[in-house]
């Protein structure tokens, strides 16, 4: 091979992978407020649903057993209990993607500057 021939392949080359970059850059998200409602839903989805569970045992054991409401109590504060703890955990789970982007945005800009 010649040495322009060298030079034609390398910026062929590099034509490609530019165009490759290019598709495989994330499209900026218009809809990042419908994002956060959707997050915030799913907290009170986690919520509610871990009071609806421990409402339905606690109903169930004082039922079949024919006590007062004992159970229902203590399994709806369970319940709660449970429900506040996924809702911490997948707050955090948020957190922790916000700041990975944030550090991936930050590295972008001193790439680019």
Do not use: C
């Amino acid at each position: 091979m010649t040495d322009p021939d060298q030079k034609r392949q390398l910026e062929q080359l590099e034509a490609k992978i530019a165009a490759a970059r290019k598709l495989q850059e994330p499209k900026p998200r218009a809809d990042e407020h419908y994002s956060q409602a959707h997050l915030a839903w799913r907290m009170v989805i986690e919520l509610v649903a871990g009071l609806g569970i421990g409402f339905g045992i606690g109903y169930g054991l004082d039922s079949l057993l024919g006590t007062l409401p004992i159970f229902l109590v203590l399994f709806t504060l369970l319940g709660l209990a449970a429900g506040i703890k996924t809702m911490l955990r997948s707050a955090q789970e948020i957190q922790e993607k916000k700041l990975a982007d944030m550090a991936d945005e930050k590295d972008n800009d001193a790439r680019k500057g």
